[in-house]
């Protein structure tokens, strides 16, 4: 017993000690701050994650210290925060690349991109875009009617921004598209398909106005990744080499070629290889200089989107990262575009590029609480008694024997030993308190193990560990239950397995003593994360504080989904919108520029048709009945019908 004591006391000092002697640069190597969160995002003294907005040119705030401000304002979790001075800085550091690109080889043309509305629609988002775009004549791209909508009453009329006109387009579309030159903006009408063109001549020749129209290419440059199939000869979108000489024949016989002054192509989104890049230029590069041989008037080449964020910071080419920076993307554009059109004696175009995802995704953080927590039986077991039964006596020995070196062997014997422990009680050879003993003995294994195989640091071990080991790890860890839904506020982790970098906001400068998987408010199965941005791929749990949140907070944020979560996301257990603010900072330190309260449930519930008002009369009959029937006091009917009226008018998640 007194052995036992010491070892403890020991254990515990040496946590103490490694806690202690734990640095915030222990958990920004961890977290790989630096290599997603850059230049924004870092940790302070402190311990808690600091955002610097505009990267080295700004000031900088404290996001844990805003989370308490923004409680402080009864603004409640979860809370997206979103900072228009990254989104500035995103603008001014394509537009910078590109120019720099556009400086380095001599380029001849220009540089003009737009932002995809898909990516984010909402309305301060693409008011922001639009205002600090304004000076690099920074456009738009619609990729369906609502869109286009938006882009018509969002552009500044004659401000030489483009407007460049994608997606399905109908009569009405196109009419729009073209009647909007007549209020002083710049569309240019990009045909996906050939049946668009036949539309395009005939509204032009009704309307008397000569569009400015682009091709869509379907490259055979396979994209990668995820969204590889975008490309290629069954490709869902463009024109293949002989449609885009059949529309050339069609312009031509209409009279209308000059009108043709664009090519586009959009390889795919979070494009992670340069190399898939750069060769999907150089065709679309050869197919500009031929149609521009071709007798059209080719004045733009617009290489859609796909400049990937590096959301795991490893700058490779997995799907989580890229292995290019912003600078390699714009000099291989330049570059290849240039040496094309010298060669042929073709006039350089302007470039375009649609870039959403690397323009939107930095500037949105999503914080949420940690509601309670649940950990897997970490108790050592009893000794054991002689006359246990044998399967027990076993897992006992397992457990006893268990050393660095056999692991991985005493893991399947623990797995072997409780499975038949199972079947022995199935057929009644084991009594409840036996298969107890057996599973505690069992979880003892496990924990052994992972004690064994190493603190959260020991990533190197990660490498050697043979997969069942890693299966082990997923196995022990604590499931933490956050106030969030997956589905609404990170659907593509859940549709598409996309990774976001998912970090705690404070503690930093201690050790992170548990590892976890985040299990969200939803009661579905798939409404957990359990995949988390490592280096080398993935890892199936996340280093977390030990947390008691009834005590005190523990916030995470999950970064980087500024682009296509909030309009992908879906009303699932009908959890709704989440608060929205956007922080700025001011030459003092800051201020909520804007308050986007989140849904109430009223709110949700009216999207499937259910109106509060007859949902509150429903229940007050319920209440009247139950009170004539003696099954409800007076008093408890008040507080009932109070409550569901309260509560119609509140936050979908915990408060
Ligand atoms: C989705 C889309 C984009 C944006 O792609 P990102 O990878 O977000 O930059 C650009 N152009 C077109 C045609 C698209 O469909």
Partial sequence: MEVETKAKLNNQRETQNRSAAWTIEDSERLYHIAGWGEPYFSINAAGNITVTPSGDRGGSLDLYELIVSLKKRNIALPVLIRFPDILADRIDRLHGCMNKAIARYNYPGTYQGVFPIKCNQHKHLVESIVKFGKSYKFGLEAGSKPELAIALASLEPKSQSLLICNGHKDREYIETALLATRLGHDPIVVVEQLEELNLIIDVSAKLGIDPKLGLRAKLSTKGSGRWGNSTGDRAK????IPQILTAVRTLETAGMLNCLQLLHFHLGSQISSISTIKDAIREASQIYVQLAKSGAKMKYLDVGGGLAVDYNGSKTDLAASKNYNMQNYANDIVAEVKEACEEKEVAAPVLISESGRAIAAHQSVLIFDVLSTDDVPRLPPEPIEAKEHLIIRNLWETYRALEA????ESYHDAIQFKEEAISLFSFGYLNLTELARAEQLYWAICSKITDLIGSPLAEQSRDYLPDDLKDLEQIMASIYYVNFSVFKSAPDAWAIDQMFPIVPIHRLNSQPDKKGILADLTCDSDGKIDR????????SVLE???????QQPYYLGMFLVGAYQEIMGNLHNLFGNTNVVHVKMTPKGYEIEYLLQGDT??????RVQ?????????????????????QITLEESQ???????RSLSSYTYIL
């Fill in 601 to 606: 449930i009223k709110e949700v519930l009216s």
């Fill in 639 to 645: 507080l009932l019908l109070q409550n569901y009226d």
């Fill in 405 to 408: 070196d056999n692991c991985q």
């Fill in 544 to 550: 977390l504080h030990r947390a008691n949140p009834t």
């Fill in 237 to 240: 979108f463009g024109l293949t």
């Fill in 532 to 539: 988390f941005i490592d280096l080398r791929g993935t890892k």
């Fill in 610 to 630: 259910y109106d509060a008002k007859d949902l509150v009369e429903i229940v007050r009959c319920l209440t009247e009945r139950a009170l004539r029937e003696k």
